[in-house]
């Protein structure tokens, strides 16, 4: 599913609050996009991709309120999730610690996202694994990891005119190294925000180290 721009959300937000006859509404979108690849024994074992999103919209009447979600951005299915929120809203109690939608505010923008890591494709975690492979078999060693790249994004908007986008971005990276004859093993981990401030190799290297140096190691 294809991830929204601030243009985008900001006029869904803007058709579900449309939609709404309560006394008060709140919309929270959010999206997500991971891709990674797993390696074990020295080769690829899985890959993968999952792209998600959802919206969610709360209403109240009053001190009594309801949620709906959907994941589908067609004006019908974004009109049912509001009647269905505000059908729960009429059914249920009232909340004696009900807390009313916040006001308008402005939100600082902060760098949260880079376009680097947004583009990680199927061939820069191949990338990854063979990098992390290939110095293990130079080293003589057998090699296990985990490559995981995320692009999110959240959205939130209510009838009292608050409006609010964030997009982010990370990687996550862990490697395990260690000897054909188990006497030895070295492990490290990595997390960037920024694809381009990640060196595989580097990374590897430190697990690789730590495996040949804990070979026969003594306190």
């Not at 991971?34 to 959802?54: C, H, P, Q, Y």
């Not at 190294?177 to 580097?202: C, I, L, P, Y």
């Amino acid at each position: 599913m294809k991830q929204l721009n601030q243009e985008e959300a900001k006029r869904i937000c803007d058709r579900v609050l449309s939609f709404s006859k309560a006394d008060e509404c709140s919309v929270d979108i959010s999206g997500n996009r991971s891709g990674n690849v797993r390696f074990a024994r020295n080769s690829i074992s899985t890959a993968g991709l999952n792209e998600d999103m959802v919206l969610t919209v709360q209403v109240a009447f009053g001190k009594k309120s309801g949620i709906a979600q959907v994941n589908e951005f067609d004006d019908k299915s974004l009109e049912k999730a509001v009647r269905r929120a505000e059908e729960l809203a009429r059914l249920a109690p009232e909340n004696p610690e009900f807390m009313p939608a916040i006001g308008k505010q402005q939100y600082k923008p902060t760098p949260t996202f880079v376009r680097a890591t947004a583009d990680i494709d199927p061939e820069f975690r191949a990338q990854v694994a063979a990098y992390s492979i290939e110095a293990a078999k130079k080293a003589g060693l057998v090699t296990a990891g985990f490559f995981n790249d995320n692009t999110r994004f959240n959205a939130i908007a209510n009838s009292n005119g608050v409006f609010g986008f964030q997009e982010l971005t990370d990687l996550t990276y862990t490697c395990t190294a260690r000897t054909e004859d188990g006497r030895g093993s070295g492990w490290v981990s990595r997390a960037a925000v920024d694809a381009r401030r990640f060196d595989a190799r580097e990374a590897v290297g430190v697990a690789i180290e730590k495996a040949l140096r804990s070979v026969d190691a003594k306190a």
